[in-house]
């Protein structure tokens, strides 16, 4: 039973832990307020009519497959947003939580600096404790940051305070469930990867829960199965902010936070500091041939990542290839503004072009996923002993740069092909569907590929901000991008901002040369600009 003594020191670490990610979170809280309150107003506003916004919510409520993403309470411009953005929302919560309690457990005692603050009068469980707080204390500032976004959108207060703590929630869970991977794995990517496991589960199991749910006899809303009760993403859903507003379900994740922090702290009372509870697997005897290169050290260490991607964009190109039948028969607001983001009043034009648009977002989440990963090489030690060897700076960071090439345009073939086999189903021609779909989503790559060089030349150029930085670049190519700049009436500069703006929009038009000419080039300059500062700066390697 841990005594007061164990705890000595919490309040200093704490301090320390806060300052540390006194920027971290203000990025995490600015880009996820400003995406929801834009998206919430563009919801809003596209939606204003009674009837455009009960097509549309019929539309997604009687659709299997687009249940797998939300839940749907009845017709409302709040409602509607959290469909379609709750389940992200609750993802980034967690992954905010979870690296926050990482970043202050178990990647300090990986680097050493736990056994140096365990030099001085410091308690056994305080460290823990610390991280827990902080990224507890994360959690409910972004609670109250998205609810007044939602609520500055024009949305009724309690919805909008109740939308927040809901997304929040899951962010708590998963504070729980990282103290436990922590003291699980003997390393940060394998405590990371573990709980990032579970969120998986967590989202298959509440999407399976509302697929098996029934829709009333409205169409508009839905009630799930006992099975996305098993969920903690489930129970933020089932608090329906804008559909009867049920604040008790929350009181499940508090009681989850408080049973996962209590068997953390049993846990790291049974290891030793720097060790896991799990036995470390051994490794190979004799490393494969691929690993003689940095290129296939690159692949091995983010190979993870990429499948999960592939797998996850496999599945919502399935899921709006399917969609497509109900697409067609949209009118009124809906209809305009698929027309409006597609560039062109072929309607199925119009929504393809939208949704390979979207997808290349998606993809360009994954390039700055895996490109930030120079940043955690540098600072974690394991660039020095690769550059020990024969390879060069220009070499190393020329194989992050060919892996997340070769990524996003596998990713965006996977796509576009899944989601080719579904409209075939609906339209007929799979497979010209197919080649159709994947020509458009190749356009997208050279945009892709921008915010790429747009993160290597942050990551060499000013590597302490790398990651906010990089991504606060990538929030603003999104949101001034043509998914949302045309419909929250940004200037013309804002919107040229986003390479996505410039990317033709196949199929609806034909490809020119032009615009993807000019942004390679964009690209190359930017990589080229850092590789030059790259060679000519220190490294922060770790002391």
């Excluded at 959108?153 to 929630?169: F, I, N, R, Y």
């Excluded at 992050?400 to 990713?411: E, I, K, P, S």
């Amino acid at each position: 039973m841990p005594t007061a003594s164990d705890f000595a020191g919490t309040r200093r670490l704490t301090r320390l832990a806060a300052r540390r990610d006194r920027f971290t979170f203000l990025a995490w809280w600015t880009g996820l307020g400003l995406f929801v309150a834009a998206t919430t107003a563009l919801f809003a506003d596209s939606l204003a009519l009674e009837e455009d916004l009960v097509r549309e919510t019929q539309l997604v409520a009687t659709n299997t497959g687009m249940r797998l993403l939300g839940l749907t309470s009845g017709p409302s411009a709040g409602g509607y947003m959290l469909h379609r953005e709750f389940v992200m929302l609750a993802v980034l919560a967690a992954l905010m939580s979870t690296f926050a309690v990482i970043r202050h457990t178990r990647q300090n005692e990986e680097l050493g600096r736990a056994e140096m603050l365990d030099s001085t009068v410091v308690g056994r469980h305080a460290g823990l404790a610390a991280g827990v707080i902080v990224a507890v204390a994360a959690d409910v500032v972004l609670a109250l940051v998205l609810g007044i976004a939602i609520l500055v959108a024009g949305q009724p207060a309690e919805g909008a305070l109740l939308a927040g703590a809901s997304v929040a929630a899951v962010g708590l869970v998963w504070v729980g469930v990282s103290a436990v991977t922590c003291q699980l794995s003997s390393t940060a990517r394998g405590a990371a990867g573990i709980a990032a496991g579970a969120l998986a589960v967590a989202f298959v199991v509440s999407g399976v829960g509302n697929m098996l749910g029934e829709v009333d006899a409205s169409g508009m809303r839905v009630t799930s199965s006992w099975v996305a009760w098993l969920s903690p993403i489930g129970w933020g859903q089932q608090t329906r902010p804008f559909g009867g507003a049920h604040w008790w379900p929350l009181l499940l994740a508090l009681a989850a936070l408080v049973v996962l922090v209590a068997v953390a702290g049993a846990l790291a009372s049974r290891r030793d500091v720097g060790r896991g509870l799990w036995r470390e697997r051994r490794g190979r005897g004799v490393a494969r041939r691929s690993l003689l290169s940095p290129l296939g050290l690159v692949w091995r260490l983010q190979r993870g990542a990429f499948v999960g991607w592939a797998v996850a964009l496999a599945m919502f190109g399935l899921i709006f290839g399917n969609l497509t039948e109900q697409i067609q028969g949209l009118t009124g607001n809906a209809k305009d503004w698929w027309t409006e983001a597609g560039g062109t009043d072929r309607l199925i034009d119009a929504y393809q072009v939208s949704i390979i648009q979207m997808a290349g977002m998606f993809v360009a989440i994954y390039v700055v996923q895996v490109l930030l990963r120079m940043r955690v090489d540098e600072i974690g030690g394991t660039l020095e002993p690769v550059l020990a060897t024969g390879v060069s700076r220009a070499r190393w960071l020329l194989s992050h740069v060919v892996h997340a090439v070769l990524g996003a345009v596998a990713l965006m073939v996977v796509f576009a092909v899944s989601m080719g086999l579904t409209t075939g189903q609906v339209l007929g021609g799979t497979l010209d569907q197919a080649a159709r779909l994947v020509g458009a989503g190749l356009v997208q790559v050279p945009g892709v590929l921008v915010v790429g060089a747009a993160v290597v030349a942050v990551s060499c150029v000013v590597p302490r901000w790398s990651v906010p930085v990089s991504w606060g670049l990538m929030l603003l190519m999104i949101v001034a991008g043509p998914m949302f700049g045309p419909s929250l009436d940004f200037p013309t500069l804002v919107q040229d901002l986003s390479p996505f703006t410039h990317s033709p929009k196949v199929p609806a038009v034909d490809v020119t040369a032009a615009p993807l000419l000019g942004l390679t080039a964009v690209s190359a300059g930017l990589a080229l600009a850092g590789l030059a500062v790259l060679r000519r700066r220190n490294l922060a390697l770790p002391a």
